[in-house]
């Protein structure tokens, strides 16, 4: 929704949440002149009414109120402003009673690293392994000391990793699925020798080799972490078990070709997709590449705060499935912390369930999710965005994108270049490179 707190008070934007992009009569002047109904613009002006007509007044008080909460959460991580500027008292009052909710939502400074995110949301309960990753995350903040000092901070961290792999190799062993126990067992080894490796890198005050080390044995950990799971960990509802369905992780590659810069020509993104806390969602998404649908498509939208593309030519504002000749649409997936299975069809404001956490949260520069109607839940089809900027409305760790959105999945590599793309920007191809086998009931037909 169009979440609207006065400028003359707080000096916020005008914001607008990712949404299906609109058809191809105003969609033409969108992508050609940045069409402001897809953009995020500027409330200031030297108007005295901020709308032009009774009938856009009407509509406002009709949005406010069906997104109340989400305005409460927004002014709530703001510092809870007592004042909301122009808004009606009778709004206000019904923003108030959730500002409460907010403070649970903030719990710490908040995870930004793809990677990390793709770990803790792995469907595993093993405290042993996570107590081996936290020390290697760590080093990314030890690196921001400055000069060779931050080395022995470093090498703090390797220690105490090294000793929880020690004291917890057992636990972690027992927990590996049984069919993955020998590869699960390779990558311990291969963890314990780059140990050793990184403690040589610390000795040789060597600063620039200890993050690309770094990123190895994290991905050593995170590849332990997988060989954890065993099966897909529950049952997806009867209405949606015969869609695509990713029941596990993908990762695809996403080239595109980029017009009129003269420092980035092509760009190749890696994006890995979470099948374990969206299989829906990412099932979808995985069928359309694989149907070559987004090749050849260009970027929809690029306006600093989000990268948008999926909108096809003609009429429809979504895939049409041949058969039917009828538009897919699938259902907003939420998971949330501590639930064995996502929710289906209500946003989390919807459900009451203001102060739950996502797995897959709206923190990383390149979050991966579906846009939809803003007012249809389950309106989702093929137009997909990145998340480009942290804002006022939407700063990470509690947001009004998290419960709102289907998120299922994050840029792991080049995702700094995503901030490059602009409208009309190509994409060139999109390939699953891993994980390709972890979808079931694929629509498209597999060349033999």
Not at 131 to 146: G, M, R
Not at 224 to 242: A, H
């Given at each position: ?11 916020f934007?005008?914001f607008?949440?990712?949404?299906k ?65 122009s ?7 019904a ?9 649970v ?10 990677g ?34 931050a080395?022995d ?20 062993v ?10 699960g ?14 403690m040589?890198?610390?000795?040789d005050?060597?600063?620039d ?10 991905n050593y ?36 070709k ?30 359309l ?10 970027i929809?939208?690029?306006d ?27 259902p ?11 929710f ?10 203001y ?35 942290e ?8 947001n ?16 700094e ?18 994980g390709?086998?972890?979808l ?9």
């Amino acid at each position: 929704m169009a979440a609207i707190i006065s400028c003359h008070t707080h000096s916020f934007s005008f914001f607008e949440a990712p949404r299906k992009l609109a058809t191809p009569g105003s969609r033409s002047n969108c992508i050609k002149s940045s069409s402001p109904a897809h953009r995020f613009k500027p409330l200031c002006s030297q108007k005295s009414n901020a709308f032009e007509s009774i009938s856009e007044q009407r509509d406002w008080s009709s949005s406010i109120k069906k997104g109340a909460i989400s305005i409460a959460l927004a002014v709530g991580l703001l510092g809870g402003f007592s004042d909301l500027g122009s808004l009606e008292s009778a709004n206000a009052a019904a923003i108030a009673p959730a500002l409460p909710d907010v403070s649970v939502l903030i719990s710490g400074p908040p995870i930004k690293d793809p990677g990390t995110l793709l770990r803790n949301a792995l469907p595993i309960d093993n405290k042993a392994i996570r107590e081996v990753q936290k020390p290697l995350e760590d080093i990314t903040d030890s690196l921001k000391i400055a000069g060779v000092k931050a080395l022995d901070s470093v090498e703090r961290n390797v220690r105490q990793a090294s000793r929880a792999l020690k004291e917890g190799r057992t636990m972690i062993v027992g927990g590996l699925a049984k069919s993955k126990v020998d590869d699960g067992v390779a990558l311990l080894k291969k963890l314990e020798a780059g140990f050793d490796e990184m403690m040589k890198i610390v000795e040789d005050r060597n600063r620039d080799g200890v993050a690309p080390k770094q990123k190895e044995l994290l991905n050593y950990v995170g590849g332990v972490e997988e060989d954890m799971v065993d099966g897909f960990p529950y049952e997806v509802p009867e209405e949606y078990k015969n869609m695509p369905l990713l029941k596990g992780r993908a990762t695809v590659d996403m080239k595109v070709k980029v017009k009129d810069n003269p420092n980035v020509e092509e760009c190749v993104f890696r994006i890995v997709l979470d099948g374990y806390n969206a299989p829906v969602t990412s099932g979808n998404f995985v069928d359309l590449v694989e149907r070559h649908f987004y090749d050849g498509m260009e970027i929809q939208r690029a306006d600093g705060f989000v990268v948008q593309t999926g909108d096809p030519d003609g009429p429809a504002e979504g895939f049409i499935v041949p058969s039917t000749e009828k538009v897919r649409t699938i259902p907003l997936e939420i998971m949330v912390v501590g639930e064995k299975a996502p929710f289906y069809g209500e946003t989390l404001e919807e459900l009451g369930l203001y102060k739950a956490q996502t797995k897959l949260p709206f923190n990383a520069f390149g979050t991966m999710a579906m846009a939809r109607e803003e007012f249809e839940d389950n309106s989702a089809s093929s137009q997909v965005f990145w998340l480009l900027k942290e804002s006022e409305l939407t700063p990470s760790n509690a947001n009004i994108l998290d419960g709102r959105y289907a998120v299922f999945g994050y840029v792991t590599q080049n995702e700094e270049l995503l901030a490059d793309l602009k409208v009309g920007d190509v994409i060139e191809s999109i390939q699953v490179v891993a994980g390709l086998d972890n979808l079931v009931n694929p629509s498209y037909k597999i060349a033999s």
